[in-house]
T-cell receptor
Framework: EDKVVQSPLSLVVHEGDTVTLNCSYE??????LLWYKQEKKAPTFLFML????IEKKSGRLSSILDKKELFSILNITATQTGDSAVYLC?????????????FGQGTRLTINP | NAGVTQTPKFQVLKTGQSMTLQCAQD?????MSWYRQDPGMGLRLIHY???????DQGEVPNGYNVSRSTTEDFPLRLLSAAPSQTSVYFC?????????????FGPGTRLTVT
């Protein structure tokens, strides 16, 4: 059974701190790993990772994938209160013609001023 | 583009009632899916479709039906609502094939079954 586990489940830090969110997975025929940010409503796309060791970066957010150890991390530097959200990790198995994503439980990040 | 739209935003049902959650997208995406999100459990796939006339079951399909008569619309039917179906429901769409796994999500429908 395909499985995605995120840690920690909850994290509270002060504005300006750097945080690292973890995502490990067990998926047959891995294709890609995605990170989403969810504030009060729909998840919004952050990154898609398909190759090991290649960092994806967007402003203060960055992510990297390790396909040998089956995990990914999402880093946020110089955190701001607007970064408070649930961060979801999802893995897409290699299935012909379909894009079934398996999601982790999410990490609830709270940034205090 | 409106993106992915869902109606209604909120719904309260009594046990045993049926209803349809609507989902539409205007991006000409082949792939559409329905997820439910419960506290502490992330999103779980209910049903998905890779194109008009083609649907398949996801991880938690029991109690739900879908159909895909057009590329744009993908309604989710609850046949006989149960309290265990109280959840937030998200519809998503994306292009099919290749590495196009970026799924665009609708705003969600919060369903309560009493």
């Amino acid at each position: 059974e395909d499985k995605v586990v995120q840690s920690p489940l909850s994290l509270v830090v002060h504005e300006g701190d750097t945080v690292t969110l973890n995502c490990s997975y067990e998926v047959t025929n891995f294709r890609s790993l995605l990170w989403y940010k969810q504030e009060k409503k729909a998840p919004t796309f952050l990154f898609m990772l398909t190759s090991s060791g290649i960092e994806k970066k967007s402003g203060r957010l960055s992510s990297i994938l390790d396909k040998k150890e089956l995990f990914s991390i999402l880093n946020i530097t110089a955190t701001q209160t607007g970064d408070s959200a649930v961060y979801l990790c999802a893995v897409g198995p290699r299935i012909q013609g379909a894009q079934k994503l398996v999601f982790g439980q999410g990490t609830r990040l709270t940034i205090n001023p | 583009n409106a993106g992915v739209t869902q109606t209604p935003k909120f719904q309260v049902l009594k046990t045993g009632q049926s209803m349809t959650l609507q989902c539409a997208q205007d991006m000409n995406h082949e792939y559409m899916s329905w997820y439910r999100q419960d506290p502490g459990m992330g999103l779980r796939l209910i049903h998905y479709s890779v194109g008009a006339g083609i649907t398949d079951q996801g991880e938690v399909p029991n109690g739900y039906n879908v159909s895909r008569s057009t590329t744009e619309d993908f309604p989710l039917r609850l046949l006989s609502a149960a309290p265990s179906q109280t959840s937030v429901y998200f519809c998503a769409s994306s292009l099919a094939g290749g590495n196009n796994y970026e799924q665009y999500f609708g705003p969600g429908t919060r369903l309560t079954v009493t």
